[in-house]
C-alpha cells in the first residue's frame, strides 16, 4: 500500500520566495495534518482537515500560510513570502480519525530559506 | 511550554542494556501513542494505550500507560543499534480532537 507521499523531498529557495508544498494522502483516510518540526519547538500541529474542509487552523504561524485540499487525494501549503525562521522539515500525515487514532506520516519536506 | 514532557531528552546506551523513556503531563488523556523517527523519516507509529494501568509489549518494548492517564513509560530490554530513534509520545484529551507531541528522547544505542 502506498503511504502517504510528500513533494518536494528537499526545497532551498531564497527569502521573499513563494513556497509550495505538497502532499498525497494515503487512499480513505479522512482527515489530513500539516505539521511543522523544528529542534527548538519539536513536532507542532500547523492545521487539520477533515473531508477536505480545514477545521482547526489554530496552528497557522501567520498570514504568510495558507493551506488548500480541493479533493480528498491533494493537499498544499504554502508559504508568501517565505523567510529564514521558516525553515523546518513539515511533515504531511493523514489518518482514519482523531485522538486515538494511528496517524500515517510522509516522509517530509526539508525547507531551507536563505 | 510542552503539554507533554518528556526525559530523558537524550540517551545512549550501549548495545544490550536496558532503557526507559518517560512521558509526563499534569493532564488527563483518553490514549496515548508512541511513535519512533529515525533520520530522513516520518514518525511511524508503535503503539497507543487507552486505559489507566494498560501494559503493552511489543517484543523487547514494553509499554505503560499510568493509573491517571497523566504519564506513560517506554522501556527497552536489550537494546540493539536498530532501536536508535527519536522516540515521541503523543496524547489526546478526552474532546480534543488533536494530538499532541512532546519533544522527544533521541535514543542512540552504540554496537
Given at each position: 500500500?502506498?503511504?502517504v507521499?510528500?513533494?518536494?523531498r528537499h526545497?532551498v529557495?531564497?527569502?521573499?520566495?513563494?513556497?509550495?508544498l505538497?502532499c498525497k494522502?494515503?487512499?480513505?483516510?479522512?482527515?489530513?495534518?500539516w505539521y511543522?518540526q523544528t529542534?527548538m519547538?519539536g513536532?507542532e500541529?500547523l492545521?487539520?482537515?477533515?473531508?477536505?474542509?480545514?477545521?482547526?487552523d489554530s496552528?497557522?504561524?501567520?498570514?504568510?500560510f495558507s493551506?488548500?485540499m480541493?479533493n480528498a487525494?491533494?493537499?498544499?501549503?504554502?508559504?508568501q513570502p517565505s523567510?529564514p525562521r521558516d525553515?523546518?522539515?513539515y511533515?504531511?500525515?493523514?489518518?482514519?480519525?482523531t485522538g486515538?487514532?494511528?496517524?500515517?506520516?510522509?516522509?517530509?519536506?526539508?525547507?531551507?530559506?536563505? | 511550554?510542552?503539554l507533554l514532557?518528556?526525559?530523558?531528552?537524550?540517551?545512549?546506551?550501549?548495545?544490550?542494556?536496558?532503557?526507559?523513556?518517560y512521558?509526563?503531563?499534569?493532564?488527563v488523556?483518553?490514549?496515548?501513542?508512541?511513535?519512533r523517527?529515525e533520520?530522513?523519516?516520518?514518525?511511524?507509529l508503535?503503539?497507543?494505550?487507552?486505559?489507566?494501568?494498560?501494559?503493552?509489549k511489543?517484543?523487547?518494548?514494553?509499554?505503560?500507560?499510568?493509573?491517571a492517564?497523566?504519564?506513560?513509560s517506554?522501556h527497552i530490554t536489550?537494546?540493539?543499534p536498530?532501536?536508535?530513534?527519536?522516540?515521541?509520545c503523543a496524547?489526546?484529551r478526552?474532546?480534543d480532537y488533536?494530538?499532541s507531541?512532546g519533544?522527544?528522547?533521541?535514543?542512540?544505542v552504540?554496537a
Amino acid at each position: 500500500d502506498a503511504g502517504v507521499i510528500q513533494s518536494p523531498r528537499h526545497e532551498v529557495t531564497e527569502m521573499g520566495q513563494e513556497v509550495t508544498l505538497r502532499c498525497k494522502p494515503i487512499s480513505g483516510h479522512d482527515y489530513l495534518f500539516w505539521y511543522r518540526q523544528t529542534m527548538m519547538r519539536g513536532l507542532e500541529l500547523l492545521i487539520y482537515f477533515n473531508n477536505n474542509v480545514p477545521i482547526d487552523d489554530s496552528g497557522m504561524p501567520e498570514d504568510r500560510f495558507s493551506a488548500k485540499m480541493p479533493n480528498a487525494s491533494f493537499s498544499t501549503l504554502k508559504i508568501q513570502p517565505s523567510e529564514p525562521r521558516d525553515s523546518a522539515v513539515y511533515f504531511c500525515a493523514s489518518s482514519l480519525g482523531t485522538g486515538r487514532q494511528p496517524q500515517h506520516f510522509g516522509d517530509g519536506t526539508r525547507l531551507s530559506i536563505l | 511550554t510542552q503539554l507533554l514532557e518528556q526525559s530523558p531528552q537524550f540517551l545512549s546506551i550501549q548495545e544490550g542494556e536496558n532503557l526507559t523513556v518517560y512521558c509526563n503531563s499534569s493532564s488527563v488523556f483518553s490514549s496515548l501513542q508512541w511513535y519512533r523517527q529515525e533520520p530522513g523519516e516520518g514518525p511511524v507509529l508503535l503503539v497507543t494505550v487507552v486505559t489507566g494501568g494498560e501494559v503493552k509489549k511489543l517484543k523487547r518494548l514494553t509499554f505503560q500507560f499510568g493509573d491517571a492517564r497523566k504519564d506513560s513509560s517506554l522501556h527497552i530490554t536489550a537494546a540493539q543499534p536498530g532501536d536508535t530513534g527519536l522516540y515521541l509520545c503523543a496524547g489526546a484529551r478526552s474532546g480534543d480532537y488533536k494530538l499532541s507531541f512532546g519533544a522527544g528522547t533521541t535514543v542512540t544505542v552504540r554496537a
